[in-house]
């Protein structure tokens, strides 16, 4: 009898190849991820410093931390105001957002019409056009609809933004619900309109928060166009309002890392809010598509 021996070389190659490769791949990861979280890391620690101490040489993590820059930001500033100002603008954008994108998404995925094609692509185009060309078309039109330094005004420019993306997503999820259950509510007597509101927008719960949280991050953390249509005090953004505490030679630093803090906790609240739909339907789209 002839007995051979198996050698063990090529398993044990292959097997130190994939743990290199997997020791690379978590240190690149881990990399990464230290360079995202360090600019975090330095804003939260900085705010909790005293007001002068980010001009020390000496770098010190946790000495002595202190609220001094959040309590001088809420009582001698209008931070208070820019936020309250903020979410009625941010609020605003995503409540028409939400139902301008879903009712043109739904009449785009359902229904055809002359010019739809036109549309379709008009509004892939807008989206192509920086925001420094657009800042002064729509300051002209805003401008003759006496909507300069309003909220209103700063909604409408906002939506001209989130609209067009919104509601091409909301075509493409609508276009994964099938029509017969559109056909369905007809069936039962039900309008057009009445077949949106009490079958598909259940249905579309998913892409509605995708397109709520998409509405409201454009809103609440954008700069050009609330620095460009607010001009009184009393109307500022926080986008606008902490550019005063940026001077010519200096920045409160203290102020602003305190306020950018302070800033991103009502983004991270709607993202939680929305988080099990937002995840729901962006899966949900990738499955179906």
């Not at 927008?201 to 892409?207: F, H, N, S």
Request: net charge positive.
């Amino acid at each position: 009898m002839v007995t051979t021996t198996r050698t063990a070389g090529p398993p044990a190659v292959r097997r130190e190849r994939s743990r290199a490769a997997s020791i690379g791949l978590h240190a690149l990861l881990l990399s990464a991820t230290a360079i995202a979280l360090f600019p975090i890391m330095w804003i939260v620690l900085t705010s909790l410093k005293p007001r002068d101490a980010w001009r020390t040489s000496t770098v010190q993590l946790f000495s002595d931390p202190s609220l001094d820059n959040y309590v001088q930001l809420l009582t001698t500033t209008d931070f208070l105001r820019w936020f309250a100002n903020s979410v009625i603008v941010a609020t605003g954008t995503m409540v028409f957002g939400v139902f301008v994108s879903a009712t043109t998404g739904y009449a785009l995925s359902r229904f055809r019409f002359p010019g739809m094609r036109p549309l379709l692509w008009s509004l892939l185009v807008t989206q192509m056009f920086p925001v420094a060309i657009l800042i002064v078309p729509l300051y002209n039109v805003l401008a003759s609809l006496g909507l300069i330094n309003n909220h209103g005004g700063l909604m409408l420019a906002y939506l001209t933004v989130a609209v067009p993306f919104c509601a091409w997503m909301m075509r493409g999820y609508f276009n994964t619900i099938p029509v017969e259950i559109d056909e369905a509510g007809r069936v039962d007597g039900l309008s057009p309109f009445g077949t949106f509101w009490r079958l598909i927008v259940p249905l579309a719960r998913p892409g509605l928060a995708v397109t709520a949280f998409y509405s409201f991050v454009t809103a609440w953390g954008e700069v050009a166009y609330a620095s460009a249509f607010m001009i009184s005090n009393d109307n500022y953004t926080l986008a606008r309002g902490l550019q005063l505490f940026v001077g010519q030679h200096m920045a409160e630093w203290g102020l602003l890392t305190a306020a950018s803090v302070l800033i991103a906790v009502p983004a991270a609240l709607v993202f939680l809010v929305v988080q099990r739909n937002l995840v729901t339907g962006l899966t949900a789209g990738a499955n179906k598509a």
